[in-house]
């Protein structure tokens, strides 16, 4: 547990610290596919760059470090952290500009078991999906998560979670 919180204070610190401006935060909540409760703490930092910039939007990106709390039964309680690049196509507007989001990142599991389902690793792969709406240097938006080990393991159940996150400048 320990060795988990140390983690994450580090991978926070290294999102922090690899952006050329002040790192964004990040508050999210939500549920996994069986009902566990999912609270996440991350920081982003802008890629710094755009591309296919045009009248209907633009592709750009940032690095995604966070720590997850899964508060399950005493028994299925789990921590993680995670880290990812993540693509966004920002749609054009004045005031408000929606966004689709893509990523595939690594996460690190402070124990293999989330509810039942069984990861096999605590190293985990994180694929996630998201759309939202910027404005004024903050964002709300729903992203549905996916983690697994990709067949390292034989034991590859995975688990999903589906929140809701609010990103603000810091």
């Known amino acids: 547990m320990k060795l988990i919180s140390l983690a994450a204070a580090a991978a926070l610190s290294l999102g922090m610290s690899l952006s050329a401006h002040a790192a964004d935060v990040t508050v999210a909540i939500g549920q996994t596919g069986e009902s566990t409760m999912v609270y996440r703490l991350g920081t982003q930092f802008d890629f710094g760059t755009s591309w296919l ?12 470090a966070g720590y997850t709390y899964w508060d399950g039964d005493s028994s299925s309680s789990n921590h993680s952290i995670s880290f990812s690049p993540v693509f966004v196509y920002e749609f054009a507007g004045e005031n408000v500009r929606p966004y689709i989001e893509a990523g595939v990142g690594v996460a690190l599991f402070a124990n293999t078991e989330v509810e039942n389902n069984k990861l096999g690793t605590a190293f985990q792969f994180e694929d996630r999906l998201g759309v939202g709406l910027r404005f004024a240097d903050q964002e709300v938006g ?16 995975g688990v999903e979670a589906y929140t809701i996150h609010y990103r603000f400048a810091f």
């Open 53 to 64: 910039q045009s009248d209907v939007g633009r592709l750009t990106g940032y690095w995604d």
């Open 142 to 157: 729903i992203r549905a998560v996916h983690y697994s080990n990709a067949g390292i393991s034989s034991t590859n159940d």
